[in-house]
C-alpha cells in the first residue's frame, strides 16, 4: 500500500484547505484559537457551545494499515471524504491485482522459444487471470458495497506488451512504463514509413525497416541492463520471431533457442541492414552472411541436433541424407546430392512462377526436371547400372579364293557390295590372290525399305 501515499496527501491537503476555509469563514475575530474549532448552535438558548478539536498534524504510519477496513477507518478518522476513500481503495486494489496478474499468471510470451503456443498454458492462464478478476470485484463489492461502480479510467490498464516473469516482472513501474513508451514510439514509427509508402504506391525498404528495428533497441538499451533487454528481445524482437518459425516442428529447449538466438542475432541484423545496395555486391555479401549463419547455427546446436534439425525443417536436406543413408552411399556423396536437390527446388520454382508459362508447359518442363533429377541422383548414388558389354561378334564366313574371280563376282553372290569386302579384307591384294586364299565375306546390310 506505499504508492497510495500520494492520493492520500492529495485527499487530506483537500480536506485540510475546505476546513480551514470553513474556520476562517466563521471564526474571523481576533484571538481565535487556532487549535480548535467552534460549532455554534442555532437554537437560541442558554446552551453552552459545543466545542470540536480537530488534529492539525498527523503522520503517514497512523493512517497507513495492513488491512483495507482499518484503512479506510483511519482515512476516515482524518476527515477524508468518501468519494476520494473510493478512489483510493479502487486505485490500490486495481493496482493490487495488476501485481498479482503479473507474478501469478504464466503467459505465452514467457515460453519464448515455443513456436507455437501451449494450449494447456493458455488455458490456465486464462482460467487463473478470471479467477483473480473475481476475487478483484468480490473485494471492492465488500469494502465498498454490492452496487459500487468503476468508471472506465478506474479499470485495471491492459499494457501493450506483456512485461511479466520472473525478469521484466521485476522492473520498477517506471522502467515499464518506458519500455512501453519505446515500443510505443517505435510502432508509430513503423506505421509512419508503410503508411507513406502505401500513399506513394511504393514497397517498404526492408534495410529501412531493419534500421527502424535498431533505433528502438538502443533505445531499450539506455533503460534495461544485458540480462533485461535479451528477455525483452527473446520474447518481442523480429529476429526471434523468425527463429521461432524456423524451428517450427523441431523441439528445442530454452537453452538451446537462447544459444542459437545469441550466436544468429548479429548476423540477422546485418543481413538485414545489408538487404539495399548493388545487385551483385548485395548477393555476395547476403551469401557470406548467410554461410557464416549457417556455420553459427551448427556451433551453437552442436553435430547432431544440428543435422536433426536440418532433416526436420529443409526438405532438400532430408532427402539427401535419407537417400545416402539407405544407399549406403560415402559421406562426401551427400555435398553433391543436398546440392542438385537445393538447385532442383529454386528450378521448380521458378518453373511454377513463370508468367509467361501455360499450365501444361509448366506441366512438361517439371516432368522433365524431375526425370534429370533422378537420372543425376541415381549416378551420384552409385544406382544407374554399369553399361553391359556387347557380346563379341560372330566371325565372318571366309570364301576361298578360286582362279577367275572377281570382286563384283563375289559381291553378286553373297548379296553385298564390292567395296563392303575389299573394306572386309584391307590386307588382301585382290589382284594377286593365291588359289584358295581366305577372303571374309562380310554380312548383308539390312535393307531400310
Known amino acids: 500500500m506505499r504508492q497510495r501515499a500520494l492520493l492520500i496527501v492529495l485527499a487530506v491537503l483537500d480536506a485540510a484547505l475546505a476546513m480551514g476555509l470553513i474556520f476562517a469563514l466563521r471564526h474571523h475575530s481576533p484571538g481565535a484559537v487556532p487549535e480548535a474549532a467552534v460549532a455554534a448552535q442555532a437554537s437560541a438558548g442558554s446552551e453552552r457551545p459545543r466545542v470540536v478539536a480537530r488534529r492539525q498534524f498527523f503522520s503517514w504510519q497512523e493512517v497507513e494499515a495492513t488491512d483495507y477496513p482499518s484503512y479506510m477507518r483511519n482515512l476516515r478518522e482524518i476527515g477524508c471524504p468518501e468519494q476520494t476513500i473510493r478512489d483510493i481503495i479502487i486505485a490500490d486494489v486495481n493496482q493490487l491485482y495488476a501485481r498479482k496478474r503479473l507474478t501469478e499468471i504464466v503467459t505465452a510470451d514467457q515460453q519464448w522459444w515455443r513456436t507455437d503456443p501451449d494450449a494447456s498454458l493458455e488455458q490456465a492462464a486464462n482460467a487463473k487471470a478470471q479467477a483473480l478478476e473475481q476475487e478483484r470485484r468480490a473485494l471492492l463489492a465488500t469494502l465498498l458495497g454490492p452496487d459500487w461502480e468503476v468508471s472506465p479510467a478506474m479499470m485495471p490498464p491492459r499494457p501493450g506488451i506483456v512485461l511479466n516473469g520472473p525478469i521484466l516482472g521485476e522492473l520498477p513501474p517506471e522502467t515499464k512504463q ?176 513463370d508468367p509467361d508459362l501455360t499450365p501444361e508447359e509448366k506441366t512438361e518442363e517439371l516432368k522433365l526436371v524431375q526425370a534429370q533429377q533422378k537420372s543425376a541422383r541415381d549416378q551420384m548414388l552409385g544406382l544407374t547400372p554399369p553399361p553391359t558389354t556387347p557380346p563379341p561378334p560372330a566371325p565372318l564366313p571366309v570364301h576361298n579364293f578360286v582362279p577367275g574371280e572377281t570382286v563384283d563376282g563375289m559381291a553378286n553372290s553373297f548379296g553385298v557390295s564390292a567395296d563392303a569386302i575389299r573394306a572386309a579384307n584391307p590386307t588382301l591384294d585382290f589382284g594377286k590372290l593365291p588359289t584358295g586364299a581366305e577372303i571374309k565375306i562380310p554380312r548383308p546390310q539390312a535393307s531400310s525399305q
Open 178 to 353: 518506458a519500455v512501453q513508451d519505446i515500443s510505443t514510439r517505435s510502432q508509430q514509427r513503423t506505421l509512419a514509413y508503410l503508411q507513406a509508402l502505401a500513399k506513394d504506391g511504393k514497397s517498404p525498404d526492408p534495410a529501412e525497416l531493419a534500421r527502424l528495428r535498431l533505433e528502438a533497441r538502443n533505445e531499450l538499451s539506455k533503460v534495461l541492463n544485458s540480462t533485461q533487454l535479451e528477455e525483452y528481445l527473446l520474447r518481442y524482437s523480429s529476429n526471434a520471431g523468425a527463429l521461432r518459425k524456423a524451428f517450427r516442428g523441431f523441439e528445442v529447449t530454452p537453452d538451446e533457442f537462447r544459444k542459437v538466438f545469441r550466436a544468429v542475432d548479429p548476423i540477422d541484423s546485418q543481413m538485414a541492414l545489408n538487404y539495399s545496395g548493388d545487385a551483385p555486391t548485395m548477393d555476395e555479401a547476403r551469401a557470406n552472411l548467410q554461410k557464416q549463419r549457417e556455420e553459427a547455427l551448427k556451433n551453437a546446436l552442436g553435430p547432431d541436433r544440428y543435422q536433426q534439425y536440418r532433416m526436420t525443417v529443409d526438405p532438400a536436406y532430408r532427402d539427401a541424407a535419407l537417400a545416402v543413408q539407405q544407399s549406403g552411399a560415402s559421406p562426401d556423396t551427400f555435398t553433391h546430392l543436398y546440392a542438385l536437390n537445393q538447385a532442383v527446388a529454386q528450378e521448380v520454382d521458378r518453373i511454377r512462377n
